[in-house]
């Protein structure tokens, strides 16, 4: 339960970080870049409460842990000033409480001042998350400055493509704001990318990636990076298949197929989050040891397997066929779009892609 709450927790709190990153950074551009965009003081207000009430829900855990021993009030005050992601957390909520006000009271300005400094307190609160981060707990300085511009690049990409697609109330100038919003996701991406392979060699070496699908948090990280190949597809048909039906149809409505799009990204986002409540694999004997093999990979491998093995890359006829299949499966997502079908659909057919693709890795392994 406590792992499904805290899941969902942080692709929550992704969301309300997104919501607000990307209310302010539309709001700097002119009225003929953007469609017309409304997004309410409530809303906002309801997403800052969100980003403090979300962020503390991987504390409880340890809150429940120290709570028979200290009781709620000590276990609450030890873990707020002693633990970093306590301390983290209690900056968190103190810049959510100036945020809050600052939307309370001068939400409705127009002018470019107010959106940077909405966006520089986003960016206060974004450092505490990394504070706080896994990244910095093994290398303080570097990990932080990694963490930080990982998340805060996801943030302003996902934030701009969640507020134009789900709080626009028309279609007008979407050829115009996707020529600029294509070149920042590129962008985002490729900060986004760089940054990701840093975070991953802190705690899994590349050549080491196959060996961590034994356990809970590889499994993790494969579905999440089999993700990315749906939101690299939707990337293209958003960035540059929508113009080009744009130009032939200005009237066209793009929105369902940036909301496929957003969805991917909230399944990466579950995906991050059920990392977070997981070891990551610094010793996959010792992980392996306290926590055991991974559930899924069991279903593939189960038998005799013990904490000393090693997997090897060795694609096989059923392997190779399945990665075929999810190629195909992939075209046709792609395809739908080029053949108006609904986006629905395309959705359908990424998420066989994610599913055939990783059955199809899983059965491309050998133990060792």
Not at 138 to 167: C, D, E, N, P, R
Not at 252 to 277: C, H, N, Y
Not at 295 to 306: A, E, K, R
Request: charged share 10%; net charge neutral.
């Amino acid at each position: 339960m406590m792992f499904v709450l805290t899941t969902l927790s942080e692709a929550l709190l992704y969301v309300c970080f997104a919501l607000i990153m990307g209310s302010y950074i539309l709001s700097l551009f002119p009225n003929d870049l953007i469609p017309s965009i409304v997004v309410s003081k409530k809303l906002k207000l309801f997403a800052v409460i969100g980003i403090a009430l979300f962020s503390f829900v991987p504390l409880i855990s340890l809150l429940i842990y120290l709570y028979e021993d200290y009781g709620l009030f000590d276990s609450l005050q030890y873990i707020l000033l002693t633990f970093e992601v306590g301390k983290s957390w209690l900056f968190m909520l103190i810049v959510t409480v100036f945020l809050g006000l600052y939307i309370l009271f001068f939400d409705g300005k127009k002018s470019v001042l107010y959106s940077i400094v909405g966006i520089l307190l986003v960016f206060v609160l974004i450092l505490s998350v990394s504070w706080s981060s896994h990244a910095n707990s093994i290398q303080s300085t570097k990990g932080l400055i990694i963490h930080f511009l990982h998340f805060a690049s996801v943030v302003i990409w996902v934030g701009i493509l969640f507020v134009a697609t789900w709080f626009s109330k028309n279609t007008h100038n979407w050829l115009s704001f996707l020529k600029w919003f294509h070149i920042t996701a590129l962008y985002c991406f490729g900060i986004i990318i760089i940054t990701g392979f840093s975070l991953m060699s802190f705690s899994t070496p590349l050549e080491a990636y196959p060996d961590t699908w034994t356990v809970s948090y590889g499994q993790s990280l494969l579905i999440k990076h089999l993700l990315i190949i749906p939101l690299i597809a939707y990337a293209f048909i958003n960035g540059i298949l929508m113009k080009k039906r744009l130009l032939k149809d200005e009237n066209f409505d793009a929105r369902p197929w940036t909301k496929v799009e957003f969805f991917i990204l909230l399944l990466i986002f579950a995906a991050t989050g059920a990392m977070s409540q997981q070891s990551p694999p610094h010793s996959l004997f010792e992980t392996i040891n306290s926590e055991g093999f991974s559930s899924l990979f069991l279903l593939f491998h189960d038998g005799n397997v013990s904490s000393n093995i090693a997997v090897q890359m060795v694609f096989n006829l059923d392997g190779i066929l399945l990665l075929c299949i999810s190629a195909v499966f992939l075209a046709l997502s792609l395809f739908s779009f080029v053949k108006r079908m609904p986006a629905i659909f395309s959705f359908i057919m990424s998420l066989f892609v994610v599913i055939v693709a990783y059955i199809g890795l899983l059965f491309s392994i050998q133990i060792v």
